[in-house]
């Protein structure tokens, strides 16, 4: 009897993972594009809302500085567990170094003048006013640039793409070809960096594909690339499903798309089977992956079922929103530094990249809204939308330290028209900040593809 139950559970579960799969079914079509309506009271009593793009500036006021340089002096700390790292979260004794280095070397008049370092844009889209980063390069005569959205997740911020705009605006001091050139636009989500959080209940990933669309095409590109890691990539990648005609391209550095069930539970006494040995380590053994995953992912719950809840302390706590930040620029970059005491933050980020980025979610104190992006899209996880094969030419960089790989075969059973693969050769989550130069590769190596295809 002792071998029968885990060959009979084995068998019950590659079954149900075949349904759940749909490998019985079609793939569902995408659903309608519709429309939507985030501003404040009814549609129709609203005034009318003001589309026209408003150029502004992010201001780091005296009054901002001084309130936050209280709170932080007030910060009530407590003593960390001793031969803990990063186990139990950020080690309170590497947080204190953190508020004396935001307290006495921050210098916050310079990074306002590094935020301005590009030009910052809102408009009116489905009643909330939208942000965005928009930089157009210097173009010779006769030459064209190449438009191209590229879209942050959770707990980045259009911050995340300062490093790789001048390698793709600029491609010619910065590694590439002349042919290579874009014209950048980096929007903020809904409830994110200074774009307004949505009034109503309702603002999933599909809603802000559409506003992204809508978007595009108030700065007058009708045809345009799309790029995009955490919530960019599935962003992006419903753009493709909904808009294909005006998405000529998405590149996307975090896949979404669902592992397939019984060949995870048979390859993992039989892998050769399913994959190449080279990509084995991307999903095997599965068991420890699995409670990694688990082990890395408490927030998740929180903000899939009450994310105001965690909101009010880190909307008024700046320590509390920096801890919380910070524990995922350090194990998603690398699940490893957990090991370390400082997380690896010290050696792997700049900390002023860090605090920008934290900056930027202290500035509008929209932690809350950023977080209520979750539960607005817990339904993406059972929605049919995720079996829908994507068609449009896309192309994938698999970074090692991202949480999950997908394994190139199994990607390509839902991109369907995948022109291009790589594994990178080092980086995590945060691609574009923490490895710009290999993104903006990947980048123009793929656009180049997408450029030779028939029209």
């Not at 903020?188 to 949505?198: L, V």
């Not at 595009?216 to 590109?221: D, Y």
Request: aromatic share 12%.
């Amino acid at each position: 009897m002792g071998w029968r139950w885990p060959l009979i559970l084995s068998v019950l579960a590659v079954v149900a993972g075949l349904y759940l799969s749909g490998t019985f079914s079609e793939p569902p079509t995408p659903p309608p594009l519709g429309d939507g309506w985030w501003g404040r009271g009814d549609r129709e009593k609203a005034p009318k809302a003001d589309e026209s793009i408003r150029q502004f500036s992010v201001s780091i006021n005296n009054d901002t500085i001084n309130d936050l340089k209280a709170r932080l002096r007030n910060t009530r700390h407590f003593e960390g567990l001793e031969g803990t790292k990063f186990h139990y979260g950020v080690r309170p004794e590497y947080m204190q170094t953190v508020v004396k280095y935001w307290l006495n070397k921050y210098d916050f008049k310079a990074q306002e003048k590094y935020f301005n370092k590009y030009n910052h844009y809102r408009t009116n889209i489905e009643g909330l006013d939208i942000h965005f980063v928009h930089v157009k390069p210097t173009l010779k005569p006769g030459q064209k640039s190449k438009p191209l959205l590229m879209s942050h997740g959770w707990p980045g911020s259009f911050y995340e793409f300062y490093k790789i705009l001048p390698l793709l605006t600029d491609p010619v001091n910065n590694g590439g070809t002349a042919e290579d050139i874009f014209e950048v636009i980096c929007p903020s989500i809904p409830g994110y960096g200074y774009s307004e959080a949505s009034h109503k209940t309702g603002m999933t990933a599909h809603a802000v594909a559409r506003i992204y669309g809508k978007l595009m095409s108030r700065l007058g590109h009708n045809r345009y690339y799309v790029q995009g890691g955490d919530w960019g990539s599935t962003i992006t990648i419903i753009m493709g499903l909904l808009i294909p005609e005006h998405v000529k391209g998405l590149h996307i550095n975090m896949i979404a798309a669902f592992t397939p069930i019984p060949q995870l539970i048979i390859g993992s006494y039989f892998p050769s089977l399913f994959l190449p040995a080279e990509e084995h380590h991307k999903v095997w053994p599965a068991i420890p992956k699995f409670f990694d995953m688990l082990l890395e992912t408490g927030y998740l719950h929180i903000q899939l079922t009450k994310p105001d809840t965690i909101g009010h302390s880190l909307t008024d706590s700046p320590v509390g929103l920096a801890a919380y930040i910070l524990e995922k620029f350090s194990t998603a970059t690398n699940k490893t530094w957990r090991d370390l005491e400082d997380g690896g933050l010290n050696d792997g980020w700049q900390i002023d990249d860090l605090l920008n980025n934290i900056m930027v979610y202290w500035m509008n104190g929209n932690m809350a809204s950023a977080m209520r992006f979750y539960k607005e899209n817990v339904g993406l996880f059972v929605d049919d939308i995720n079996k829908c094969q994507i068609k449009v030419p896309s192309g994938v960089a698999d970074f090692p330290c991202e949480l999950p790989n997908l394994p190139e075969k199994w990607t390509r059973y839902r991109y369907i028209n995948l022109l291009q693969y790589n594994t990178m050769a080092r980086g995590g989550h945060f691609a574009a900040l923490e490895e710009p130069q290999l993104l903006a590769e990947d980048i123009r190596i793929f656009v180049r593809k997408v450029e030779t295809l028939p029209k």
